[in-house]
Nanobody, 123 residues
């Protein structure tokens, strides 16, 4: 059974940085585009960032562009989301996901999802 496990979330203050990661198991990791989405209660899940299979191409939501950086280590089956200059609007549950179609920005194409990690940002 494929597993995606996020870690590294937690309470931070505005302006701080955080680097959650997502480790996969039983997944042919290098064949999947990996993405991060976030969701707050009562709102739709929102695309944050994605990275292509090789790591050459990255995609970001406008709201995080220039502040967040997504990277992957295919040897470790892990992706890392470096989040800088966090603000209260970034408060959410962040989900890692794996997409076999390489579509990147559409949540419906992602086949596997992690359980999520909470990132509360205080002002």
């Amino acid at each position: 059974q494929v597993q995606l496990v996020e870690s590294g979330g937690g309470l931070v203050q505005a302006g701080d940085s955080l680097r959650p990661s997502c480790a996969s198991s039983r997944l042919t990791f290098s064949r999947y585009t990996m993405g991060w989405f976030r969701q707050v209660p009562g709102k739709e899940r929102e695309f944050v960032a994605a990275i292509s299979c090789s790591g050459v191409n990255t995609y970001y939501a406008d709201s995080v562009k220039g502040r967040f950086t997504l990277s992957r280590d295919n040897a470790k089956n892990t992706v890392y989301l470096q989040m800088n200059s966090l603000n209260p609007e970034d408060t959410s549950v962040y989900y890692c996901a794996a997409d076999p179609t390489n579509t990147a920005r559409t949540s419906s194409t992602y086949r596997y999802w992690g359980q999520g990690t909470q990132v509360p940002v205080s002002s």
